[in-house]
């Protein structure tokens, strides 16, 4: 087995928000795997005295162990029960009521001798290896694909002059759209501090033959497709395959440097936390 990770912060100043690990068991019969993508809070108050990154250090801690130790519960209740162990860690400080509430996107994996399952929230993308060669993206793209009037929205905002007046008042009534339809029917999910999420992940099974390797990326490290459309899945995983995950990450960030201002790539954020995670079973 071959296990690669590399990560990178979108910026010196920011501690890395992502985690990744994964997991071994003595049995030597599978493994697990576990990424997230911490939500960078806004400037103001989030109802919570701890940090995005004290938030997925103790999702993932408990997502790991969970895995690993109880094969009998599925991914979905594995989540749950991470997100529950959390709650319960600063309930009685915090103010988890709060839309901004620390909160990440999820991949889990598991594999055993028969069966590698998985489970996808928000945005992080999941790449399944067939013995063939052929790449099964795993998806839950309701981020990017959220109701009218958010299109339009972020249509009339890109064609706006940068650094404008007009662009920052458009931008910030942007926000406020998206940040109405977090964790709300006919919008995105993402783990926070309701259990029940777990329920609205991507989640399925592949038999164990069908998978010969699997990648996990956050949003900064799939930018290249996801975001900037300069490379597709098959060549993304070839990539990570034969020069790894540091190289990848080295990519996203030359394309980044060379569009500072967003101009060809419209985007938030000029450089993002960026992690990437091969295991080949």
């Known amino acids: 087995m071959r296990i690669e990770t590399a990560t990178e912060p979108g910026t010196p100043e920011r501690p890395n928000e992502d985690f990744v690990s994964v997991a071994l068991p003595a049995a030597g019969h599978g493994g697990c795997l576990v990424l997230l993508d911490g939500v960078t809070p806004p400037a103001d108050a989030t109802g919570c005295v701890h940090s995005v990154p004290w938030y997925v250090a103790g999702l993932g801690g408990a997502l790991i162990e969970l895995s690993v130790s109880r094969p009998d519960m599925t991914l979905g ?18 103010d988890l009521s709060h839309p901004r509430t620390p909160q990440a996107t999820v991949v889990l994996v598991r594999w055993n001798a028969d069966t590698v399952d998985h489970l996808v929230l928000s945005d992080s993308v999941l790449l399944l290896a067939a013995p063939d060669g052929a790449i099964t993206p795993v998806l839950d793209d309701r981020l990017g694909h959220l109701p009218e009037p958010l299109p339009s929205m972020r249509a009339e905002l890109r064609a706006l002059p940068r650094g404008s007046a007009q662009r920052v008042s458009a931008a910030a009534e942007y926000s406020r759209a ?29 038999p164990r033959a069908a998978v010969l390797a699997l990648a996990a990326l956050t949003d900064g490290a799939a930018r290249l497709v996801d975001g900037f459309a300069d490379d597709d899945w098959p060549s993304t995983f070839a990539l990570l395959r034969k020069q790894g995950a540091a190289e990848l990450i080295r990519r996203v960030r030359a394309a980044e440097s060379a569009d500072p201002d967003g101009t060809r790539y419209p985007r938030w954020k000029t450089h993002d936390d960026a992690t990437a995670v091969l295991a080949e079973l």
């Open 178 to 206: 998206v940040e109405a339809l977090r964790n709300a029917d006919g919008g995105f999910f993402t783990a926070a501090a309701d259990p029940s999420v777990a329920a609205r992940a991507v989640t399925g099974a592949t």
């Open 77 to 94: 209740e594995c989540l749950a029960t991470a997100i529950d162990r959390v709650v319960n860690s600063h309930s009685e400080t915090c």
